[in-house]
């Protein structure tokens, strides 16, 4: 199958090229930063149309994984956001159309649950209250599933959603948590935890994320929503201890205060990936962090500068 991944230099893309090498795919990379291996590459920006469509066709299935995916930076600049974010997938889905491509698949969140009722466990049913949002950045990936829905209904263009769990692993850039407390801890520098630290992610490996991809591109995945987590919520303090403990180091950990709009986590089912793909995460949250440390340190000595990972 030919597969294009936008976005494909980045952390998660550059993982899911790996797995779909790997499964037999010929794969192209559009993106404006070289991928990390020997693919076609199309250097070309998630807001050139005509850029897309020639760097799409003939293609099988797009994955459409560019965005703006920090929320500090969302937060800074709000209308770069929705334009790279909301206006980029309907580029990107507009050239899946005149390219009559087979499948485009979206990459989206579970902060698109952050308005759901406390207490309950959601499902890709889940109905979702405009006003509830919290941030511009899950209001972006709403509109960009809405998109998704859009074209199938008007144009009859094939989806799949896939709503991510927190992923992490080698390559994932810098500024997230979980390199910022490898970084921190090795500096022998406290470990800084925004509240009370009792918010949590499900936070889900990136073989296991990758994998996933893989997986979507069964015929019972068409025009369906997968959530793809971790098997089990990740409070921010545990990350804080698992980073300090696989260091191994005498590592303070202190609070600051909580970020607005910051998602405070809730109860995500998985079971419709399990039903349908077959899919589940088996990489532990503690072994995780394991593997990524060690990464870490390896490319650190490698590299003058320290580890440089690929921008998502």
């Not at 459409?64 to 209308?79: C, Q, T």
């Not at 859009?150 to 997230?176: C, H, K, S, V, W």
């Not at 499900?202 to 997968?226: M, Q």
């Not at 403990?245 to 079971?271: H, K, Q, Y």
Request: charge should be negative.
């Amino acid at each position: 199958m030919r597969i294009a991944v936008v976005g494909g230099a980045g952390f998660i893309g550059s993982h899911v090229i790996d797995h779909l090498v790997d499964a037999g795919h010929d794969v192209v990379v559009v993106d404006l930063v070289a991928p990390h291996r020997e693919v076609q590459w199309h250097e070309v920006g998630i807001l050139d149309l005509n850029g897309l469509v020639q760097a799409t066709v003939g293609c099988d299935t797009v994955f459409h994984l560019a965005a703006v995916s920090n929320v500090n930076h969302v937060e800074a600049d709000p209308v770069a956001a929705v334009e790279v974010n909301v206006t980029g997938t309907a580029m990107v889905w507009e050239a899946a159309r005149r390219n009559g491509v087979g499948r485009a698949v979206l990459a989206s969140t579970v902060w698109v649950y952050g308005g759901a009722d406390d207490g309950i466990e959601v499902d890709e049913e889940h109905t979702f209250d405009a006003t509830t949002t919290g941030h511009v950045y899950t209001s972006t990936k709403l509109a960009g599933e809405m998109i998704a829905h859009n074209y199938f209904d008007l144009y009859g263009q094939p989806f799949t959603i896939l709503r991510y769990g927190i992923p992490y692993g080698p390559r994932m850039r810098a500024e997230l948590v979980i390199p910022r407390f490898v970084c921190m801890g090795l500096a022998a520098e406290p470990l800084r935890i925004n509240g009370n630290g009792s918010q949590f992610r499900k936070y889900v490996y990136i073989d296991d994320l990758a994998r996933a991809h893989v997986l979507a591109l069964s015929d019972e995945a068409e025009n369906e929503v997968f959530n793809l987590e971790g098997a089990e919520p990740i409070t921010i303090l545990r990350v804080a201890e698992a980073v300090r403990d696989t260091l191994d180091r005498d590592v303070a950990i202190e609070r600051v205060p909580a970020r607005p709009g910051d998602f405070a986590g809730r109860a995500v089912s998985g079971a419709k990936a399990e039903r349908i793909l077959g899919w589940k995460p088996t990489v532990s949250f503690e072994d995780g962090v394991r593997r990524y440390v060690e990464w870490y340190i390896a490319e650190a000595e490698t590299e003058p500068a320290g580890p440089r990972p690929a921008e998502a």
